[in-house]
């Protein structure tokens, strides 16, 4: 009796621990991306279809691992990350399941998706130069390459090496201008910089905008944000390589995970992500630029002017990033 209750109690602890499957009619999520970016998107996709969606959030790294330890016993309909490297890797570790969808194909751009269709960018985001209009003449810029000359010197800010932003950044340099350029560019960039590499974009832009350093690299939804709140802020974006391959751009997207329990639904999920009803809420509520190239941006970005980008196809991002990390390190950007 004391062992059948000892048993008993530890199938309990079992039960209690494992992840609930999805109930008919329900699509659950596992998201990289903050609450507040996406449950507005979520109950719009659920007054429009009737179908319901739970969400788990948290780092991509955990999400994945969790992905990968639950196997075929997953919950998880749908991965949603920020960052092709981040799905490149995803799929690599055979988490994701490809996806036939002629909507897809037609809302995402072939250079915004996976070659094997096992993920597809939802939201586009621009890495770009921005500098101080008080300190810099535009006519002076030219490309992310051009940042390494020496009349830089002591006047460049960057985020640190270790943020996937810049890896994939530096992965696609690579597919564009190979080892031994890439590697002279980066060594240019850290002989360039007015200080350490900071944590964040943010506070890369507020370096620029008190005067601690002339140019930067960030993803513009972060200007756009802080334009949001301060828009006297002495700080504006620069398209680069314009007359060469363009202004490089990751994406957040996602992709129906390999062991989904629904994966229509999954399917219908991220094909609704795709549509021009949630391309504008993309767009409106992170100041991203939409996948989709009917959907126009957010007044305040597209006040930016539009731009060339890189359309070298983001999955090398994932596929280069090792390579990047290793020039990056020994190349001293920390």
């Not at 969790?66 to 890797?89: H, I, M, Q, S, Y």
Request: hydrophobic share 45%.
């Amino acid at each position: 009796m004391k062992a059948a209750f000892r048993f008993a109690v530890v199938l309990l602890g079992l039960l209690a621990g494992a992840p609930a499957l999805a109930a008919p009619g329900e699509v659950v999520v596992y998201s990289s991306r903050n609450e507040h970016l996406i449950k507005p998107l979520f109950e719009r996709f659920t007054a429009d279809t009737g179908i319901k969606v739970r969400y788990v959030t948290d780092k991509e790294g955990p999400l994945m691992q969790r992905l990968r330890a639950e196997g075929a016993n997953t919950p998880a309909d749908v991965l949603l990350t920020v960052d092709a490297g981040n799905l490149w890797a995803a799929s690599e570790m055979g988490l994701l399941q490809a996806t036939d969808s002629e909507v897809l194909e037609n809302n995402v751009p072939a250079h915004l998706r996976d070659p094997e269709n096992r993920w597809f960018g939802l939201s586009v985001r621009a890495r770009t130069i921005v500098y101080n209009r008080e300190k810099v003449d535009p006519a002076a810029l030219s490309g992310y390459a051009a940042l390494a000359e020496p009349e830089w010197r002591g006047r460049l800010c960057l985020r640190t090496s270790k943020k996937v932003y810049n890896q994939s950044l530096v992965a696609m340099l690579l597919a564009e201008h190979g080892e031994a350029r890439t590697e002279e560019i980066v060594r240019g960039w850290v002989r360039n910089l007015a200080a350490p590499p900071f944590a964040s974009d943010n506070e890369v832009l507020s370096a620029i905008a008190a005067g601690q350093c002339d140019v930067g690299i960030v993803n513009t939804y972060y200007l756009g944000r802080m334009l949001r709140a301060t828009p006297e802020l002495p700080v504006t974006v620069f398209w680069p390589d314009q007359d060469g391959s363009g202004v490089h751009v990751n994406v957040s997207g996602a992709g129906v995970t390999k062991h989904a329990p629904n994966p229509e639904l999954g399917r219908r999920l991220i094909e609704w992500l795709s549509s021009a009803e949630a391309q504008e809420m993309f767009a409106g509520l992170n100041l991203e630029y939409p996948a989709n190239p009917e959907v126009p941006a957010d007044p305040l970005i597209a006040a930016w002017g539009e731009f060339k980008p890189n359309v070298i196809n983001v999955s090398n991002a994932g596929r280069l990033q090792a390579r990047a990390v290793m020039l990056m390190d020994r190349s001293g950007y920390r």
